[in-house]
């Protein structure tokens, strides 16, 4: 390898190390917070969760929806995860718009879910890029009775 060859090379990686270095963080700061409890993020969108069918809290075979506000999209969506301890029990999704064609509940089952045991939920309001990813707005995370 010559003198010249090896200099183009390290200052190429020198270039291409100082890019990583800005890029990422900078795309991570996109991604939203994880929330907690509030249901927010500095996008001005919001998400509260509504329990139905007369329930007072989110609880096993529940039905639940969710009051969405968002000016960063018109076709909002919600996606909602859940966990019993370290096992995934939970994954869906809805949209908030009105084209939008299935119901806009969820219910709080599925075939992994353990009757008796307690879950822990996430819900991503999130809209979707040209690629099909999500850009998450706002995360709201509660407990679900057994």
């Known amino acids: 390898m010559t003198a010249s060859s090896r200099k183009f090379r390290l200052s190429f ?4 190390g100082v890019l990583v270095l800005v890029a990422v963080p900078a795309a991570l700061a996109g991604k939203g917070g994880k929330g907690g409890g509030g ?3 500095g996008s001005g969108s919001s998400l509260a969760l ?8 989110p609880a096993h075979n529940g039905r639940i929806t969710f009051t969405v506000s968002t ?4 076709t909002p969506e919600v996606g909602l995860r859940c966990y ?7 994954d869906n999704y809805v949209g908030y718009f009105p ?14 879910w353990e009757a008796g045991v307690p879950a822990t939920c996430t819900a991503r309001l999130f809209s979707r890029d040209r690629r099909g990813r999500e850009n998450v707005l706002a ?6 009775a057994p």
């Open 39 to 41: 249901g927010t993020t």
């Open 139 to 144: 995360t709201l995370s509660f407990d679900v």
């Open 84 to 90: 019993q301890g370290p096992n995934w029990v939970y």
């Open 99 to 112: 084209a939008y064609m299935f119901d806009q509940w969820f219910t709080l089952d599925s075939g992994y």
């Open 13 to 16: 990686l020198a270039v291409l």
């Open 71 to 74: 000016t960063a999209t018109a």
């Open 50 to 57: 509504v329990v139905m069918d007369g329930a007072t809290q």
